[in-house]
């Protein structure tokens, strides 16, 4: 099949990537890490690309964060230093787990003696030895350890195990969400708890050599943590409306949108565009005000009020904009990571130009 030259001959709906918003996004995530001497192990789900996670390893990044044995088996063609940010349960992750290439350090984030064993049991019969970093839970209360002797007894138990070798600590601060002026409180409680923890760790003598968290909304106060070694921002790279309505990016630095065509302008006061929940996804705006599934690039009060699987309704009442049957629009998705997962392939535009085309080689979470 011929590949379209320009965004004018995309079939729609399609998946479309600013590529100079998305090189910026990339540079200023690089220089922010490099300037506050923390690493970046960027949270690959975000476009589930080896071709992307090359461009973020080319600007420093000493590996990948991956949340499905699908993204490490892909990522591992790119990257030799793989943190699976998520407890593997059962024979078969396991399996995969360590059927890892050799030459890939693999580190997993738990918090329940249950996975610690099994992990170190299965890693010490395939005589391999895998990190491990235990998961805190310091506010977002999805899982890890908030009980610092506990989270330390269980890190005891990892040191002392076969086949596994105690790295340190990860958290996930998902629950700030405040713009990056306001979050000073939330994390200074992060960071008085962070220090809870690692004080429990050097008490049994423990090592903590990496202390990894960070997300997008918090990934440029990151240095206001203290201890953190390594942060693990995965969304910045396209950014989406919601970090743009939480004040964690800026409009202008949304490179990823769903490109669609107006089918209908039937029904007064909207517009129907071929892009629905299969295409941009059903997700809330978490942690800000607004309603809606996505809004549109360039008139960012027209938002999509309302979606069947393959419809988009966009409303119209606070626009004067009245577009045509065949008129193209870009939408902002609420959350870019699971449009992206929705789609087989990315294309990269400048301009009308395609540059760049990638498959979305790790979606889905099974083969
Ligand atoms: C464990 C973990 N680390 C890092 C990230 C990346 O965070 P963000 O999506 O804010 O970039 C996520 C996101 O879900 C995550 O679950």
């Not at 490490?72 to 230093?81: F, L, R």
């Not at 800026?250 to 669609?260: G, R």
């Not at 870019?336 to 990269?348: K, P």
């Amino acid at each position: 099949m011929q590949q379209p030259q320009t965004l004018t001959g995309l079939t729609t709906p399609a998946a479309v990537v600013d590529l100079d918003r998305m090189t910026a996004n990339l540079d200023r995530m690089a220089a922010y890490a490099a300037r506050h001497g923390v690493a970046h192990r960027p949270h690959v789900k975000t476009h589930k690309i080896p071709a992307l996670a090359s461009e973020q390893i080319r600007r420093g990044c000493p590996g990948l964060t991956v949340a499905t044995l699908r993204e490490a088996e892909v990522m591992a063609h790119v990257s030799d230093d793989l943190l699976l940010a998520y407890p593997p349960v059962g024979a078969e992750k396991l399996r995969r787990l360590l059927a890892l290439p050799d030459s890939v350090r693999v580190t997993v984030g738990l918090d329940s003696a249950e996975v610690l064993d099994a992990l170190a049991a299965a890693a010490a019969a395939a005589g391999r030895t895998i990190g491990v970093l235990i998961e805190l839970d310091l506010g977002m209360h999805r899982v890890g350890i908030a009980d610092p002797r506990a989270a330390a007894e269980l890190a005891a138990r990892a040191a002392h195990a076969r086949g596994v070798e105690l790295r340190g600590v990860m958290f996930y601060p998902g629950h700030i969400r405040e713009p990056a002026g306001d979050q000073h409180a939330a994390l200074q409680r992060l960071s008085d708890d962070l220090a809870a923890h690692l004080a429990a760790l050097r008490d049994l003598g423990l090592p903590a050599t990496l202390v990894s968290g960070g997300s997008t909304p918090t990934a440029f106060q990151s240095h206001h943590v203290a201890g953190i070694t390594e942060i693990r921002p995965g969304t910045y790279i396209f950014n989406d409306r919601t970090t743009a309505a939480i004040d964690a990016c800026a409009w202008s630095d949304c490179a990823y949108t769903i490109l669609a065509t107006v089918v209908s302008t039937a029904v007064p006061g909207q517009a129907v565009v071929d892009a629905g929940s299969k295409a941009i996804n059903r997700e809330e705006l978490r942690g800000a005000a607004g309603g809606g599934f996505g809004a549109l690039l360039d008139r960012p009060d027209v938002v999509v009020r309302a979606m069947s699987e393959e419809h988009g309704l966009l409303d119209l009442s606070v626009s004067d904009w009245r577009p045509r049957i065949g008129d193209r629009v870009r939408i902002v998705p609420n959350h870019v990571c699971i449009s992206v997962n929705l789609h087989r392939e990315l294309w990269g535009v400048r301009g009308d130009r395609i540059d760049a085309y990638w498959e979305v080689e790790a979606r889905g979470w099974r083969s």
